[in-house]
């Protein structure tokens, strides 16, 4: 069996020797193999679409669904079916040359409260989201390492409402702890969200309304009965 290569960032080719020839890399790239590992944390499936349609071409991904922030079991079990099922439509779809793999992490949301139930009533962006990116950063970092991934990442920077800075500054911390690497990238920019509804459309994936916690689901009916209050007074008024 060929042992997969761990140099990141550099092309390795499909072969024990290491040839080099552009037969031998281009099929590496295919199969995934020569190509450097990412363990891609993702928050739910429609998220994810636009950063694997991204990073396939370079990385050799594994899907990491690790979200303990999810409070409601349901609401969990819904979209890590949504995740699986575009993975596995992914890699069923005869245009696409590469395979995405899945793996989920332990699901305990007592450990989500535990952290941030002191900063319930912060708004959506606030301290509580800092701890619970932290959260799930840190075990992504932690798994990558431990399997000996080269690098890892996160789909949360692809949410406009979601900081970038926070998200990076707590990827670079974590990869210099456990001294694996950290792919720092903004997934929003270049129309990365866009692209991430537009494929969610596509794959027919559930789209949640609200982040994750019960603290945002919360926020979020507030967010619609405002809303729908507003355009009945409206409407009287018309
Ligand atoms: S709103 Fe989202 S990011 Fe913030 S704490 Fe809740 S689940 Fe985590």
């Not at 590992?37 to 990073?55: A, Q």
């Not at 245009?95 to 900063?119: A, Q, T």
């Not at 606030?126 to 932290?134: H, L």
Request: contains cysteine; proline residues 4%.
């Amino acid at each position: 069996m060929v042992e997969k290569k761990k140099t990141f960032g550099i092309e390795n080719c499909i072969c024990a020797e290491d040839c080099q020839s552009e037969e031998c890399i281009l099929q590496g790239r295919e199969t995934g193999l020569g190509k450097p590992s990412l363990l891609l944390h993702s928050c739910c499936g429609p998220c994810s679409t636009s950063c694997i349609e991204r990073l396939a071409p370079d990385y050799d991904i594994t899907v990491f669904f690790y979200n303990p922030n999810i409070t409601a079991e349901e609401e969990y079990k819904k979209r890590k079916e949504n995740q699986i099922k575009f993975i596995k439509r992914y890699n069923e779809n005869p245009d696409i040359p590469y395979k995405v793999n899945f793996m989920e992490g332990d699901y305990d949301s007592s450990r989500f409260i535990k952290l941030c139930c002191p900063y319930a009533d912060e708004p959506e962006g606030g301290k509580r989201c800092g701890i619970c990116f932290d959260m799930r950063l840190e075990k992504t970092a932690q798994i990558a390492a431990l399997m000996n991934f080269d690098t890892f990442t996160t789909t949360l920077t692809v949410s406009p409402h979601k900081d970038y800075k926070v998200i990076s500054q707590i990827g670079k911390r974590y990869a210099d702890i456990y001294k694996v690497g950290f792919l720092d990238m903004d997934f929003k920019k270049k129309d990365g969200f866009k692209r991430s509804t537009q494929l969610a459309k596509e794959y027919e994936l559930y789209r949640q309304d609200f982040c994750g916690c019960e603290y945002s689901r919360i926020e979020a009916e507030k967010r619609r009965e405002e809303k729908e209050e507003k355009e009945r007074r409206e409407k009287e008024s018309e």
